[in-house]
């Protein structure tokens, strides 16, 4: 049996992050997708499949620690 996690995934609309947050919503995971632009076509879509979309941006340390609330691991 497979634990399904949920899963902060930063850059989660960039190539590389939406392909990861794609791959665990797939499986059946929990995503909270971290963006700068939460507003933008690869947010709405990864909204649409499920995730959590979330604003933050790595260099602001209080919305990633505000984004890692309640997930089991971060990507």
Known sequence: ????RS?????ATGQQGGA?????????????AL????????ARQLS?????IVAGDLGDSASIVNAAKDVDTMF
């Not at 049996?1 to 399904?4: A, I, N």
């Not at 899963?7 to 850059?11: A, E, K, Q, R, S």
């Not at 963006?35 to 690869?42: G, I, K, L, Q």
């Open 1 to 4: 049996m497979t634990t399904k």
């Open 7 to 11: 899963v902060l995934v930063t850059g």
């Open 20 to 32: 990861v947050a794609r791959a665990l919503l797939s499986s059946g995971h929990g995503v909270k």
């Open 35 to 42: 963006t700068r632009r939460p507003d933008s076509d690869a």
């Open 48 to 52: 649409s499949a499920g995730a959590e």
